[in-house]
Nanobody
Framework: QLQLVESGGGLVQTGGSLSVCCAA?????????MAWLRQPPGKEREFVAA????????TYADSVKGRFTISRDIAKNTVNLQMTSLKPEDTAVYYC?????????????????WGQGTHVTVSP
């Protein structure tokens, strides 16, 4: 059974850095796209970044380009999101998600499997 477990959230000040990690298990992820999405308080879930498991190609939301970096460790079956220059508007529950197929990966509806989420709070 495919399982995604996030860790590493927490509280950080504006301008600080934080990493979140997703441990993936339950199948071979070749051909899958792994992603981070987030849901700010009172808002809709939104795409943050994605990476193809096999080739490592990345996609980022405009709001995080140049500040966030997504990576995967094939040996450990983990996907990491390194966040720098954090802003209060980055405050959200961050979800790890995965899926496979065609189409635009920058929408939550593309992903069929989700973790439980981890909270990231950026104080002013």
């Amino acid at each position: 059974q495919l399982q995604l477990v996030e860790s590493g959230g927490g509280l950080v000040q504006t301008g600080g850095s934080l990493s979140v990690c997703c441990a993936a298990s339950g199948r071979t992820f070749s051909g899958y796209t792994m992603a981070w999405l987030r849901q700010p308080p009172g808002k809709e879930r939104e795409f943050v970044a994605a990476i193809t498991w096999s080739g490592g190609s990345t996609t980022y939301a405009d709001s995080v380009k140049g500040r966030f970096t997504i990576s995967r460790d094939i040996a450990k079956n983990t996907v990491n999101l390194q966040m720098t220059s954090l802003k209060p508007e980055d405050t959200a529950v961050y979800y790890c998600a995965t899926g496979r197929g065609t189409g635009f990966v920058g929408t939550p509806a593309w992903y069929g499997y989700w973790g439980q989420g981890t909270h990231v709070t950026v104080s002013p």
